[in-house]
């Protein structure tokens, strides 16, 4: 059931954010798809929690300077990220930016919040459309294999396994990536 829900947010979002009122964030976006998720498996009115970022916290704390870009709202990427242990050296929620990714305008706003060169910067990603937005900056890429994300189905628009274009990276794992990143 999360895995249908998500997915209906991330491709109303994605597909259909032109057609969102303006402040809206993910919050909306996933109330927006929560009744059409429940009606698919036959629910009703139930109430049900958002999933927990899957990061590894060996993949965060490898990193130099460790910040998430999320379309999340803030309060979601906090109490998420307190309870997998993660603490992030800053957070850039699109619902500060007023667009969601992948617009071009979020991949602009971690250089200039954090005050690094763009060529200082390595985002990872786990979904194509992210990766094909942060490709509009010149930012590196590190591209994470989640097959297990959407219980087997795949990606969200294209084949899990082929990140399109070529990241700088490719692991199977955050913590491959952590152990990429401390070599």
Same mark, same amino acid.
């Given at each position: 059931? !999360?895995? &249908?829900?998500?997915?209906?947010?991330? !491709?109303?979002?994605?597909?259909?954010?032109?057609?969102?009122?303006?402040? #809206?964030?993910?919050?909306?976006? &996933? *109330?927006? /798809?929560?009744?059409?998720?429940? $009606?698919?498996?036959? @629910?009703?009115?139930?109430?049900?929690?958002?999933?927990?970022? *899957?990061?590894? +916290?060996?993949?965060?704390?490898?990193?130099?300077?460790?910040?998430? #870009?999320?379309?999340?709202?803030?309060?979601?990427?906090?109490? #998420?990220? *307190?309870? #997998?242990?993660?603490?992030?050296?800053?957070?850039?929620?699109?619902?500060? @930016?007023? +667009?969601?990714?992948?617009?071009?305008?979020?991949?602009?706003?971690?250089?200039?919040?954090? *005050?690094?060169?763009?060529? $200082?910067?390595?985002?990872?990603?786990?979904?194509?459309?992210?990766?094909?937005?942060? &490709? !509009?900056?010149?930012?590196?890429?590190?591209?994470?294999?989640? /097959?297990?994300?959407?219980?087997? $189905?795949?990606? @969200?628009?294209?084949?899990?396994?082929?990140?399109?274009?070529?990241?700088?990276? /490719?692991?199977?794992?955050?913590?491959?990536?952590?152990?990429?990143? /401390?070599?």
């Amino acid at each position: 059931v !999360t895995y &249908h829900w998500r997915n209906a947010a991330l !491709t109303r979002m994605l597909k259909n954010s032109a057609d969102l009122s303006p402040g #809206a964030n993910m919050d909306d976006v &996933h *109330q927006m /798809t929560l009744d059409g998720t429940l $009606e698919h498996f036959g @629910l009703g009115d139930l109430e049900i929690p958002a999933c927990p970022m *899957q990061v590894s +916290v060996a993949a965060v704390e490898a990193a130099v300077y460790r910040f998430n #870009a999320n379309n999340l709202v803030l309060a979601i990427i906090v109490n #998420a990220s *307190q309870h #997998a242990g993660i603490g992030w050296d800053s957070v850039i929620s699109c619902e500060f @930016l007023g +667009v969601f990714k992948p617009h071009p305008t979020v991949y602009a706003a971690a250089p200039r919040y954090l *005050q690094f060169a763009v060529e $200082e910067i390595m985002m990872a990603v786990a979904h194509n459309f992210d990766l094909l937005g942060v &490709h !509009t900056s010149d930012m590196k890429t590190a591209f994470v294999r989640r /097959t297990d994300e959407w219980e087997g $189905e795949g990606d @969200l628009f294209a084949p899990m396994n082929d990140p399109d274009p070529s990241p700088d990276i /490719t692991v199977d794992s955050f913590q491959d990536l952590a152990d990429g990143l /401390t070599q």
